[in-house]
């Protein structure tokens, strides 16, 4: 097929070239110019000047970007995707956002004739690159059986969660999971280094049983060392717990471990630890004991 990428960060960068290296004709677009002439020598697709122009003639058109203002700020206006697709054409948005502006863009989508699904990804860099990535999406059945065998170039696991939102919002259950794993696990690491244990050989063990994840498996050792150049950020996380807790205040969920491990993320940050990975909040602990 021919498709459109709009924004190649640690994730669109690799996704992208996924694309291309499974035999669609990719065009690309980024904020950074020189990041998307970088992502055409790599790859061998093209670049357009804007996101309208990128957009142009591709049936499908992925983006994946910051927040809910980068996101308006691509797809909408005159220079913005949708000003460049024609009817029919479809926009996949694997940005983490909120599940309202997934439905907004998806009423807008639609008023013009396109296609439209939220499709955000778990799976950080390490599963970008390596193209493996889990992917949420909202949106139509029909949409869906269109675009999954394209996705399939870069994820291992897509499933339709439900209409447009849905992909967003089974995105905050995803970060809401791993917010409490990951203190959970900082605790129990904390914990042993106190108590004396072999921190590997107990992970050795313990990682086989109910108290395993994928945390624990590929973190563990990081985590001892405090190294913390492993991934997804703090800063990215507390923007999508901030998603998720807004969320929960509207549909009257209760998240009090979330709204917890969010505040402590806060301290990483406070600490100079906004661009560490999410595993980072053992830090915290090890510094105040």
Same mark, same amino acid.
């Given at each position: ?33 020189? $990041? ?26 992925? @983006?994946?970007?910051?927040?809910? &203002? ?6 909408? /206006? &005159? ?38 699904? &939220? ?13 493996? =990535? @889990?992917?949420?999406?909202? /949106? ?44 959970? =696990? ?7 280094? $106190? ?5 590997? $050989?107990?992970? @050795? ?6 108290? #395993? ?25 507390? $923007? ?11 549909? #009257? ?6 709204? =917890? ?11 100079? /630890? ?10 915290? =602990?090890?510094?105040?004991?």
């Amino acid at each position: 097929m021919k498709v459109a990428f709009i924004g190649l960060g640690v994730m669109g960068y690799p996704m992208a070239g996924h694309l291309q290296n499974n035999g669609h004709d990719v065009t690309v677009y980024n904020r950074t110019g020189a $990041k998307a002439q970088q992502w055409v020598e790599e790859y061998k697709g093209s670049k357009g000047d804007t996101p309208a122009e990128a957009a142009q003639g591709a049936e499908i058109v992925f @983006s994946c970007v910051g927040n809910d &203002d980068d996101l308006r700020s691509v797809i909408l /206006g &005159d220079a913005g995707a949708f000003a460049g697709m024609a009817a029919g054409a479809i926009l996949v948005d694997h940005t983490t956002a909120s599940a309202e502006v997934a439905r907004e863009l998806n009423e807008i989508a639609v008023e013009r004739g396109f296609g439209f699904l &939220d499709a955000p990804v778990s799976g950080g860099q390490a599963g970008a690159e390596n193209g493996v =990535l @889990s992917v949420m999406v909202g /949106g139509e059945q029909a949409t869906f059986d269109k675009v999954t065998p394209v996705i399939e170039a870069y994820s291992k696991a897509v499933e339709l969660m439900g209409p447009a939102g849905s992909g967003q919002l089974a995105k905050m259950v995803n970060q809401i999971c791993i917010a409490g794993l990951v203190q959970g =696990l900082s605790e129990g690491i904390h914990f042993a280094k $106190k108590a004396g244990l072999d921190v590997q $050989k107990l992970c @050795s063990v313990i990682q086989h049983g109910a108290a #395993g994840s994928w945390q624990m498996v590929n973190r563990h050792e990081t985590m001892v060392e405090n190294e913390f150049d492993f991934g997804f950020a703090v800063d990215w996380m507390r $923007k999508d717990l901030d998603i998720a807790l807004t969320e929960a205040r509207k549909n #009257g969920a209760q998240l009090p471990v979330t709204a =917890l491990v969010d505040q402590f993320y806060a301290d990483v940050q406070k600490s100079g /630890g906004g661009r560490w990975d999410t595993s980072s909040l053992i830090h915290r =602990l090890e510094r105040d004991s």
